[in-house]
Nanobody, 119 residues
Framework: QVQLVESGGGLVQPGGSLRLACAAS????????MGWYRQAPGKQRELVAA???????NYKDSVKGRFTISRDNAKNTVYLQMNSLKPEDTAVYYC?????????????WGRGTQVTVSS
């Protein structure tokens, strides 16, 4: 089993930047895909970005060119660099770890970190 802890959320003005980090415990980090999901009030949870154990990435269309996901296997940590933030990016952001291609109902979840984009 793995435990995931997110950090780096906060309040930022439109156009600003934040970097989220997800630190994983356990020994499975390097063999699992990692993903960042988000959930805004009244909306369903959605995949924002994902990265496989081999480094392949995938992004939600609305964040392409603004967000970058990366992983450091030596530190068992995945990051989400968020630039040019917009109010519609406001949500709780969750870290997920699981087998590549198996979806969000398999694997482990962090408890989330709040990101608020407002002037």
């Amino acid at each position: 089993q793995v435990q995931l802890v997110e950090s780096g959320g906060g309040l930022v003005q439109p156009g600003g930047s934040l970097r989220l980090a997800c630190a994983a415990s356990g020994s499975i980090f390097s063999t699992n895909a990692m993903g960042w999901y988000r959930q805004a009030p009244g909306k369903q949870r959605e995949l924002v970005a994902a990265i496989t154990s081999g480094g392949r990435t995938n992004y939600k269309d609305s964040v392409k060119g603004r967000f970058t996901i990366s992983r450091d296997n030596a530190k068992n940590t995945v990051y989400l660099q968020m630039n040019s933030l917009k109010p519609e990016d406001t949500a709780v952001y969750y870290c997920h770890a699981g087998p590549e291609g198996w979806g969000e109902n398999v694997g482990s979840w962090g408890r989330g970190t709040q990101v608020t984009v407002s002037s």
